[in-house]
C-alpha cells in the first residue's frame, strides 16, 4: 500500500481520506504502507506543503513503514529525488517502440485541438511526431525544437482495470491520444513516474481517488509494454458537499489542518473518515482505531459518492470529547483558553476551580475552539438587554435575589452549591423556574448556559455577589 500526494496545498480531507483507506487496508492485512511524495509539478510543489501533509496524517493516527521522512529500503521517496532511476525505463521504452520523442510546439498542438474541437472529434494527439526518421527527428533538434517523450497508444484496443471497489471497468484506446512521458524539461509525468514507483516499490495495492480512474488505462499500457506485474486498484468515490457538489471551499473547511485547528479531536476525524464511504459491519458508529483496523475490508466500500456531513462530524466530535477525562480535557483545552480574552482569569483559578470550569464544559463542546465562547458566563460580566432588565426589575425577582443573598453561603463548592440550589428555592416558596431563570440572567445576562451550580463555584461566592448586588443596585 502507499499514500503518495502532491505536496501543492494542504491534506485535503479527501486524501486524507484515501491515506487512511490505504493505512487501514495495511493494517488489517498486517501489510506495509509507503508514504512517497509526488513533487513533479516543480511549480507548485512546496516542502512546506510536504511538511504540513506530514504533520497531518501523523495527527491523524496514520502511520507508514517506509517513506520520506522514515526512510527504507525501496528510496529515495521523493519522485524528483528518484529521476536516474527512470532515464533507463524511458530508453528502453524508445528501444522496443513503445515510445518515441515529440517536437511538436505548444501552438502546433493548440492549432490541433481546435481543429479537433471544430470538427467535434475526440481531442487527443494525433501521432504527428510518431513516423519520424532519424535524419527529421535530428533535424528538429537542430532547429533548437527540445522533445517531450511520448507513449505510442495501441488504437482500438480494450483495457480493463479489475477494479477492487468498482470491479471491471472498461476503456478503449482510441479514446487516448499518445501521450507525454516525459515533459522537455526531462521531468516525467505523473501517470509515468507512479508506474515506474509503484513497480520499484513493490507495491501490491494502489488505492487512490476515483479522479484517477482515467489515468489508470494509461498505467496500465505502461505496465505492460514494461512487462510489469500489475497492483490491485481500488478507486475509491468522490467526496461531495452536503449539496451533492464536488466537495470545496465553498462547503466550508477542505483540510486536515481546518479542522484540527477548529478543535476535531483527531480520533473523531479519524473514525469519521472511515465512515466516509466504508460501512462496519454492525449499526455501531463510533469505533476505536483498533475496531476499525479489525474490521476494514474494501468489500464494504461503497461505490457511491461519499457525502461530508459536518452534522455527523460535530456529532462524533462531541461524543469523543464526552470519552476524555476532566483532566485530558482541560489539557486539551490549554491552547484554545489561550485564545480567550479571559485566559488571565482562567490561567489564575485554583486546580479545583479550573476542574469544575471543564466538567461544567464537558458536555456543551462540540469542538474545542467553541471553549472561548463557552467559558463567557464564567467571566464576562454580564450585559442585560431591555428583556432581561424588564425580568429583574419585577417585585417578585427583586425580593428573590435578596433572599439569595442572604442565603447564600460564604464557602462553595460543587456539591454545595448543588445542594444549595436545591433547597433554596423552597425556601423561598417559589417554584424552580421562578428562581433559576431569573438567577441565570441576573448572573449571565443570558437565557441559556451551563448549570448553575457550577456558574457559582467558578465565579465564587463573593462574584456571585458582586454581580447580583450588580443588579440590585440598578433598583
Ligand atoms: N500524486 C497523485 C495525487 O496526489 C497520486 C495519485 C495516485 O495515488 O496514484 O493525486
Known amino acids: 500500500m502507499r499514500f503518495a500526494p502532491s505536496p501543492t496545498g494542504p491534506l485535503h480531507i479527501g486524501g486524507a481520506r484515501s491515506a487512511l483507506f490505504n493505512y487501514l487496508y495495511a493494517q488489517n492485512r498486517q ?35 517506509e517513506g520520506i521522512d522514515v526512510g527504507g529500503g525501496n528510496g529515495p521517496y521523493r519522485q524528483t529525488e528518484r529521476l536516474d532511476n527512470y532515464n533507463g525505463y524511458v530508453e528502453k521504452l524508445i528501444r522496443e517502440g513503445h515510445a518515441y520523442h515529440c517536437f511538436c510546439t505548444e501552438e502546433e498542438l493548440e492549432e490541433e485541438r481546435r481543429l479537433l474541437m471544430e470538427k467535434g472529434q475526440i481531442v487527443k494527439y494525433m501521432g504527428k511526431c510518431r513516423e519520424l526518421s532519424e535524419v527529421e527527428r535530428n533535424a528538429k533538434r537542430e532547429q533548437g525544437l527540445v522533445p517531450t517523450v511520448r507513449f505510442k497508444v495501441e488504437q482500438n484496443k480494450t483495457i480493463v482495470v479489475n477494479d477492487l471497489v468498482r470491479g471491471k471497468v472498461v476503456f478503449n484506446s482510441d479514446e487516448i491520444g499518445d501521450f507525454i512521458i516525459v515533459k522537455s524539461d526531462g521531468i516525467p509525468t505523473y501517470n509515468f513516474a507512479v508506474v515506474l514507483d509503484d513497480h520499484d516499490m513493490n507495491i501490491t495495492h494502489v ?7 482515467s489515468n489508470t488505462p494509461r498505467q496500465l499500457m505502461i505496465y505492460e509494454a514494461l512487462g510489469f506485474d500489475v497492483p490491485e486498484f481500488a478507486h475509491i468515490s468522490l467526496i461531495l458537499g452536503s449539496d451533492r457538489q464536488k466537495m470545496s471551499k465553498r462547503h466550508g473547511a477542505t483540510s486536515v489542518v481546518q479542522y484540527r485547528e477548529k478543535g476535531y479531536l483527531p480520533e473523531a476525524v479519524f473514525n469519521f473518515l472511515a465512515l466516509m464511504g466504508w460501512s462496519p459491519e454492525g449499526e455501531e458508529e463510533i469505533l476505536s482505531h483498533d475496531e476499525i483496523v479489525r474490521q476494514f475490508s474494501l468489500d464494504r466500500v461503497a461505490k457511491n459518492p461519499a457525502v461530508f456531513d459536518l452534522d455527523k462530524l460535530n ?3 462531541a461524543q469523543y470529547i464526552k470519552k476524555q ?23 489564575t483559578l485554583d ?30 460580566f454580564p450585559v442585560y438587554d431591555g428583556e432581561a432588565l424588564e425580568m429583574l426589575a419585577q417585585e417578585e425577582t427583586r425580593q428573590m435575589l435578596a433572599a439569595f443573598l442572604e442565603h447564600l453561603p460564604d464557602q462553595l463548592d460543587l456539591d454545595l452549591a448543588r445542594s444549595f440550589m436545591k433547597g433554596f428555592p423552597k425556601s423561598v416558596q417559589l417554584p424552580g423556574k421562578k428562581v433559576y431563570m431569573p438567577l441565570r440572567i441576573a448572573l449571565t445576562g443570558k437565557r441559556q448556559g451551563p448549570e448553575l451550580p457550577f456558574l457559582f463555584t467558578v465565579m465564587g461566592p463573593k462574584e456571585v455577589r458582586r454581580r447580583i448586588g450588580g443588579v440590585r443596585g440598578k433598583e
Open 351 to 380: 486546580d479545583v476551580s479550573f476542574s469544575v470550569l471543564i466538567e461544567a464544559l464537558h458536555d456543551r463542546l462540540v469542538c474545542l475552539s467553541d471553549v472561548v465562547e463557552e467559558i463567557e458566563p464564567f467571566f464576562a
Open 31 to 65: 501489510g506495509s504502507m509507503v508514504l512517497r511524495i509526488e513533487d513533479t509539478d516543480l511549480e507548485r510543489s512546496a516542502a512546506e506543503y510536504e511538511q504540513e501533509i506530514i504533520d497531518s496524517l501523523t495527527w491523524l493516527g496514520i502511520r507508514w513503514q
Open 315 to 317: 456529532w462524533l466530535n
Open 325 to 347: 477525562s476532566i483532566d485530558n480535557l482541560g489539557e486539551m483545552l490549554q491552547v484554545f483558553l489561550q485564545k480567550s480574552p479571559h485566559w488571565d482569569a482562567v490561567r
Open 207 to 213: 488505492i487512490r481517488a476515483e479522479e484517477h480512474l
